[in-house]
């Protein structure tokens, strides 16, 4: 359900990230768009809301089976309570700052562009608080198994967005896009509250609460607080180089990160959220070989998914793009540049599946806090690495930082759990592993020799290019599964069963 729910939502994004080239291209406009959005996220990042979901929806699970579930959402609301109280107090000191915060994140833009970043952060900055609430009460929900309700939102928000951009975009207004964002938080936060309801939610705001003592709470933020300060080192050394290339590389590398951000929610999330119930079912168990057993297969799981979308993007991207985005605002070199990024984005996959899915594991049978201390430290390493890359070889520099702080991040989880619960710890299925390797070489090899026929994307008209770039798409990924078939790949016929199960149902 997640798969298809999301599909859905990358076609949308697809089109709404096209229209958003065509009308503002590389301009400082939706540089300041982006960098303010970059904004937003740290202000998320510095209360801890990714990392804090994890620890207390694993927690919540221990605190429902013990208590009740009226006690596992107490401590949802005191922690939610915190991370808002804490969020909003952030924007408003950015917001008092002026342009003094956005100096530090983007040195390289002008002062006009500048000026302009802090002007949009006015109005989208108090969307995080929305935004904080609605991902830790999202968290819940899908603890309780309500997968997809809010995705869904995403859906209707998008084409709102579409609509909106459409209408107030094409003169080049970037203020189409912040009332965009607004409509859309505004929208999940809304739909998000009424299945609340249904789950029987009520709010206490409180900022105490004896299920979750402050002590523990204390711990919980110390930890989660250093590795968040090493991420705004990071985010903000890594955007300040950024901002100092030549003018439209922070543009191309948002655009490439915003297509990879949403493919990789289909492909990757859905194995992850729906992981992180399970095995903390099986953990409650007590049965170590079912706990390693599971891992085994979505591990296996996710090296088929990222594989089939690097197949199929390696063979049809630079077509699509050229397609989709290129004109007189996005070049050629621009598109190259997309194309060549989002390929290596891609391959990181292979590292990033492994990585949620031993992340999850390692939040639930080691103490949380241990994974967020050495992340801390990979994040300053990762700093110096990708500093000195960009410094010396440019837009090359970031384009190899991605794979190298994706392989960095990735270790943490896995040796976390190899040092600390190996009883749980286990690897690919290495027959498994060898069948579906086998089948991306021969799917590799078939395409390849087709995409040989073909000029460079630039050479053609959009509409010539998109039809080949849907060819070699289909041609690529049916490639890769009927070689799955021929080598009995395992996660094909689970797929077969769960969308016969679907239709059925």
């Known amino acids: 359900m997640l798969f298809g729910i999301n599909g859905l939502n990358i076609a949308l994004n697809v089109a709404y990230s096209t229209l958003i080239v065509q009308f503002f291209g590389t301009s400082s406009q939706v540089e300041a768009f982006f960098a303010a959005s970059v904004l937003g996220t740290a202000v998320s990042r510095f209360v801890n809301t990714g990392q804090l979901v994890e620890i207390v929806v694993s927690r919540y699970h221990r605190i429902k089976q013990k208590y009740g579930v009226q006690a596992g959402m107490s401590i949802i609301a005191t922690l939610c309570n915190y991370m808002v109280g804490g969020a909003l107090l952030l924007v408003l000191g950015f917001i008092a700052s002026g342009t003094g915060i956005v100096n530090l994140l983007v040195p390289g833009f ?29 968290g819940m929900l899908n603890a309780e198994g309500i997968y997809g309700k809010v995705e869904f939102t995403s859906t209707v928000s998008q ?24 409509i859309s938080v505004l929208a999940q936060f809304a739909t ?56 439209g590389s922070f543009a191309i590398y948002r655009y490439a990160e915003l297509i990879y951000g949403k493919v990789a929610n289909v492909f990757m ?59 007189i605002k996005f070049d050629a070199s621009a598109t190259t540049e997309v194309y060549e990024l989002l390929c290596l984005f891609f391959l990181s996959m292979t590292t990033n599946g492994p990585s949620l899915i ?24 990762s700093v110096a690495i990708g500093y000195f890359l960009i410094h010396s070889f440019g837009f090359d520099g970031v384009k190899i930082q991605v794979l190298v702080h994706c392989c960095l991040m990735a270790s943490v989880p896995i040796l976390t759990v190899w040092f600390y619960k190996r009883v749980y710890f286990t690897g690919y299925q290495l027959v498994e592993v060898l069948k579906i390797t086998l089948a991306l070489a021969a799917g590799g090899a078939v395409v390849w020799g087709i995409r040989n026929y073909w000029n460079d994307a630039t050479l053609y008209s959009k509409e010539v290019s998109f039809f ?27 797929i077969r069963v769960k969308i016969l199960n679907r239709i059925k149902s």
């Open 110 to 138: 002008d002062e006009d562009t500048k000026v302009q970043v802090w002007q949009i952060f006015c109005i989208t900055g108090f969307l995080m608080p929305i935004q904080i609430a609605t991902n830790l009460f999202q």
């Open 159 to 182: 084409i709102a967005n579409i609509a909106i951009l459409i209408i107030w975009g094409r003169e080049g207004n970037i203020w189409s896009l912040v009332v965009g964002l607004v």
């Open 192 to 247: 998000t509250c009424y299945y609340l309801r249904q789950v029987n939610y009520q709010h206490s705001w409180l900022l105490r609460n004896p299920h979750f003592p402050l002590r523990e709470l204390g711990r919980t933020l110390m930890a989660t607080s250093t590795y968040m300060l090493s991420v705004q080192v990071y985010t903000f050394v890594f955007n300040m180089a950024l901002s100092l290339l030549p003018s």
């Open 269 to 327: 999330m859905p194995v992850s959220t729906v992981f992180f119930n399970e095995i903390n079912r099986l953990i409650h168990k007590k049965n170590s070989t079912e706990v390693k057993e599971f891992v085994a297969k979505n591990l296996n799981f996710s090296y088929f998914i990222a594989f089939l979308v690097i197949l199929t993007f390696w063979a049809s991207g630079k077509y699509f793009i050229w397609s989709f985005w290129a004109g």
């Open 358 to 381: 031993y992340r999850k594991l390692a939040v639930s049978v080691t103490k949380p806090e241990l994974q967020y201390y050495y992340w801390s430290i990979i994040h300053l390493i």
């Open 468 to 494: 080949i770039g849907a060819s070699l798409a289909i041609g690529a990924a049916s490639f890769f599964v009927i070689s799955s078939m021929i080598f009995k790949v395992h996660e094909i016929n689970l």
